[in-house]
Every structure is written in structure tokens, then in C-alpha cells.
């Protein structure tokens, strides 16, 4: 399995990026997916997650502003961004999860990751 991130970049507040996560080496349709953000000195924490249906779960921190998606024909992942904040300047990953969990959250969860994408949002 391998999951390719991409979309990062610097941004100015209040702009809007979208965030791609290419995947290979799977059944694309039977996975959920997850995004989570890391900021050095913190741990990697769930953003928004994707099941295999579509139904997406978006942390209440970003909620009203991160969107999630999925193409199963181009078996990628997004994530939408929009009114962005210094605070959301992190390390970006995309993680995938084959099998049913009562939660998002859990890093424990998730399978397979990304390499990361550097989103870097200034004042």
C-alpha cells in the first residue's frame, strides 16, 4: 500500500488549500480513510475521516471549515481547507482503515500512512 500526499504549501490566513491523498496498492472502495495533523512537539491528532460509503466524520476543531471527499475512480482522498488559521499550520497525513472502529480517533486505528504534507498558513 502506498499513500502519496499532496496539495501542501503556504497560504495566507484565511485561504483555502485542498489537501490530495493518492493511494495504490489496495481495494481503494473497501477502505475508509483518515486525515490527522501534526504540529512538532504534539501528538498526530484526527482531523476528518471518510467511510467507504462517504460518510465523512470532521473533528469539531475544524468543523464548518475542513470538508473531506473521496474519488474511487481516481482513488484519492481530499481534504478541503478553507478559512485557514496559523493554527492549522502542521504536517498533514492521510492513513488508511480497513476494518470497522467505533471511533475516529484512535491513531491505533489506522493501517497504512502517508508521508506527510507541510501546510504552513500565515498572518
Known amino acids: 500500500v502506498q499513500l502519496v500526499e499532496s ?4 497560504v495566507q490566513a484565511g ?3 485542498r489537501l490530495s491523498c493518492a493511494a495504490s496498492g489496495l481495494a481503494f472502495s473497501q477502505y475508509a480513510f483518515g486525515w490527522f495533523q501534526e504540529v512538532p512537539g504534539k501528538e498526530r491528532e484526527f482531523v476528518a475521516g471518510i467511510s467507504k460509503t462517504g460518510t465523512t466524520f470532521i473533528a469539531p476543531s475544524v468543523r464548518g471549515r475542513f470538508t473531506m471527499s473521496r474519488d474511487n475512480a481516481k482513488t484519492t482522498a481530499y481534504l478541503q481547507m ?5 493554527e492549522d499550520t502542521a504536517v498533514y497525513y492521510c492513513a488508511t482503515r480497513r476494518k470497522f472502529a467505533s471511533s475516529w480517533y484512535p491513531r491505533g486505528e489506522y493501517e497504512d500512512w502517508g508521508q506527510g504534507t507541510q501546510v504552513t498558513v500565515s498572518s
Not at 7 to 10: E, I, K, R, T
Not at 82 to 86: F, G, V
Open 82 to 86: 478553507s478559512s485557514l488559521t496559523p
Open 7 to 10: 496539495g501542501g504549501g503556504l
Open 15 to 17: 485561504g483555502s488549500l
